[in-house]
């Protein structure tokens, strides 16, 4: 049995070093590091090649679990729903009711289960830097304060530069630089302690986790 | 060239079907996924159904006693097949739809050119002799007209049949030599060369003979120095054992590693495919990742030149690697007539071949999915 998360953009990291940290079990199989990173997390880096990989792996049959998440970014949560329900549907999945978006096929024999996230938490527009914005902890407030009143005022004054919902990456990013170590990558940032990994969106997170794979017991 | 290949109720398969084969092929799958299989299928298929094809890959699976069968009606009946084998009696009870097979994969209009064509050749080798023997004739004439006449029967990959309410029935009888399975190394036939997953100084001795003293085995020489070294100016091949002269030297070629016989073969192998089809199990076996780019580079470029279509099974992830770096030197304008197949189980449980053409190869291999 293996189990696949599909990841759009280098969120991988950041994703598994917070459930690392709530401590939650690896997936299913994929206990040891290298297999983890190697097998069980395709980073594609754009939503074309997301496609391309998912339907690479349902035409794999021993693969019984996928995981995807991608950003809801200005397309938007319903585009990116109907893009991915879409294609599973075309390969003969179907919706299931749940707290998350999941397909099933019909198939005891070899079956599949397709769950997707799509950042920041399922409902608003917007990326993983949205996520872990809403994940930084009270005690980094004047700096995210800081970053978040700044890049407004900057974007206010210079109001072609870039798009609205883009505006959240760039206070996230921001927010990162005003730290004790400044412009750390986000998976290291998890570790730092510059987002936290007990907020309720990162509950959510490992809800979905835990609903999409099969975890070590 | 095979252009594809629609299998049904032979071997391993209830059914698999590959609609577009190209003339390099690449096959990856999981073990019992029907890689091998698909091979016998081919030297079957490429060989006419040659007795010795047929009755070597029955010995190899274990599944006859050399000399017990007179004829291949018999197959379908006599207890020959050795107990307790995962094979045991799977031909026997499918020996009827393998004919079938074979009959729905050759258009009647096809089959009626090919009697014709061997018809009217001015030699009579073995099988239209037994043609015009069961045809109750005396010479290509009669014979042809009997032909006309007589649509119900129709040869097939080297097997007379007669079709009577949409089933076939073998009619040629063979002798007992022919049914008994080959003794020779490897199978190295009229229309296809066949290198095996292991190598043995048998295997390079036997192809080598058909290529010594004629004009190919500058060919060798020629790609045995592009591919392994390029100091190489002899190669001596026999049952002693295989040298070869590098830098006015002789030395022998165990010395310079497994790897080294493994291309050495491949390459005879190639050079002994011209105008036909190469066949090779497992072709990483002892290869180095580094030397595989560049035995691809030679596949590439002589499977074209001398119109070989060639079917290649791997288990390697540096393989398939090594192979989409030759698509990429080789395609043109983004196309290149080779792809790459999984063989698998489908989550229908049907066995299916899923394709990757150079494109898909090419991103699934930069996503790191798991193609094997």
Known sequence: MQQRLIVEGNDAIAISEILIKRKITPPKGYSDKEKFKREFVISTGSIDKVNFALEKEIDSPAVERIGIIVDANEVGIVGRLEMIGNLLENNNLQKTDSNWPTWKNDNDESPLLVSLWVMPDNKANGYLEHFLYNLIPNDYKIARDFASKNIDEYYEQNPKIIKEVRKQKAKTHAYLSLMENPGLPFGTAVQAGYFDHTHEMATELEGWFKHTFLLED | MIPSIHIKNFLTFDSLEIPTLKRINLIGGKNNAGKTSLLEVLLILTSNGENRVLNTILKNRGGLDQGSLTTYEELKHKNSLKKNHKFDGKLLDRQQDFIEWMARGVEREEIT???????????????????????????????????????????????????????????????????????EPNLSYEHFSFVPAYTKLANIEKVWNTIVLTEDEDLVLELIRKVIDPRITKLSIGSLGAKTQIDGKPVSIKTLGEGVSRVLLIIISMVAAKNKYLVIDEIETALHYSAQENLWNTIFEYAEKWNIQVFATTHSRDTIRAFKYACTKYSKNGEIDAQYLRLQKSRAGNFEAIDFDYKNLDQSLDLNLEIR
């Open chain 2, 113 to 183: 050119n090919r009697l014709y064509r061997n018809l009217s050749e001015d030699t009579l080798d073995k099988d239209i002799k037994r043609i015009l023997f069961v045809l109750g004739v005396q010479n290509e004439n009669e014979a042809i007209n009997k032909w006309e006449d007589t649509l119900e029967v129709v040869k097939i990959n080297g097997l007379l049949l007669t079709e009577k309410h949409g089933k076939y029935k073998i009619l040629n009888k063979t002798s007992e030599r022919d049914l008994s399975p080959s003794r």
